[in-house]
């Protein structure tokens, strides 16, 4: 136990090395101590396998993933309740090799399996629905999108609270699916929302806060304000470096917009090393997880660009 909380600790920060390392540890003496077939052992491999997912390992994430499966399917069987975070995690993996359909069909079965045991008002229920409306806004399905994550708002804000840092995330992807159908007014308040709540829960220089700046910034950018876009952007950037590293994929999102950002003010010389650096990141990940696709499965956005100008 208190190795899974010294976990937590590291995933507080955003050390998502130390994390694993200590997970790893955990699960060693866990199987010595409990058997490689105990049920204890699927959510301490879901876990495992979620953090290195984060770091975009999805090679080392699959296998933990389908042996928690195949434990927890066993134990309990394959519609009971302990099987979704195991199949939560899958969808994930999915998603993160841009295999859309599976994560959509696994997500799905993950959703029916909650809503019979739990009810469909259910906090776990609203995860799922996270989950499938980024989903939804990758396919360019934004009506579907921000119907799921609207509906996901609102149980979040009825079972913890308008406040509670949870309500964040899906707030944030909300945003991004108002900034995709050009309404980035409506964009910027969900972002300003959304920073009020994670700052004031959790403190102003979270690892999550990089995107949700980053979501700022474009909007800001979206509105013509290039100035105030741009000192947002650096703010994102400057979270994302101390708190992720110099090789995450939620930085290489930020670069690849902040290129955009520094182009409309004539900045081209330093855009153009920004962009190169965010082209770099991405290429690195899309060798690892064989896809043409960068994913930030934290907040399950894809990214194959940077903004847009039209």
């Known amino acids: 136990m208190?190795?899974?909380?010294?976990?937590?600790v590291y995933l507080d920060r955003g050390q998502y090395r130390d994390a694993e390392q200590t997970l790893r540890q955990a699960l060693v003496i866990q199987e010595k101590t409990a058997g490689a077939e105990n049920p204890s052992l699927s959510a301490a491999l879901t876990e495992l396998a979620n953090v290195c997912l984060w770091q975009g390992k999805l090679r080392?994430?699959?296998?933990?993933?389908?042996?928690?499966?195949?434990i927890t399917e066993k134990v309990w069987g394959p519609n009971h309740i302990q099987m979704v975070a195991p199949l939560n995690g899958l969808a994930t993996f999915y998603w993160s090799?841009?295999?859309l359909s599976r994560a959509e069909a696994t997500w799905n079965r993950a959703l029916r399996i909650v809503e019979s045991a739990l009810g469909s008002g259910h906090h776990h229920a609203a995860v799922i629905l996270m989950s499938l409306g980024?989903?939804?806004g990758a396919q360019r399905h934004s009506a579907e999108a921000a119907n799921l994550l609207e509906r996901a708002v609102t149980i979040f804000e009825r079972t913890v609270g308008a406040e509670h840092p949870d309500v964040a995330t899906p707030i944030y992807l909300l945003g991004l699916t108002y900034a995709e159908q050009g309404r980035p007014v409506a964009a910027e308040a969900l972002y300003r929302r959304a920073i009020s709540i994670t700052q004031t829960a959790l403190g102003p220089e979270v690892p999550q806060m990089a995107s949700i700046l980053n979501g700022l910034a474009n909007a800001r950018w979206a509105q013509g304000d290039y100035r105030d876009a741009e000192e947002i952007s650096m703010r994102a950037l400057t979270i994302a470096e101390s708190k992720l590293g110099?090789?995450?994929?939620?930085?290489?999102?930020i670069l690849a917009d902040r290129a955009t950002i520094l182009r409309s003010l004539s900045r081209k010389r330093e855009a153009a090393k920004v962009k190169a650096?965010?082209?770099?990141?991405?290429?690195?990940?899309?060798?690892?997880?064989?896809?043409?696709?960068?994913?930030?499965?934290?907040?399950?956005?894809?990214?194959?660009s940077g903004l847009t100008e039209d």
């Open 2 to 8: 208190a190795m899974r909380n010294r976990a937590d």
């Open 60 to 70: 080392a994430a699959e296998p933990l993933l389908r042996r928690a499966l195949i």
């Open 97 to 99: 090799s841009y295999d």
């Open 134 to 136: 980024s989903l939804k």
């Open 246 to 253: 110099s090789e995450h994929l939620t930085l290489a999102a």
């Open 277 to 304: 650096r965010a082209e770099a990141i991405a290429a690195a990940h899309a060798r690892g997880n064989l896809t043409g696709y960068t994913v930030d499965v934290r907040t399950f956005t894809h990214r194959r």
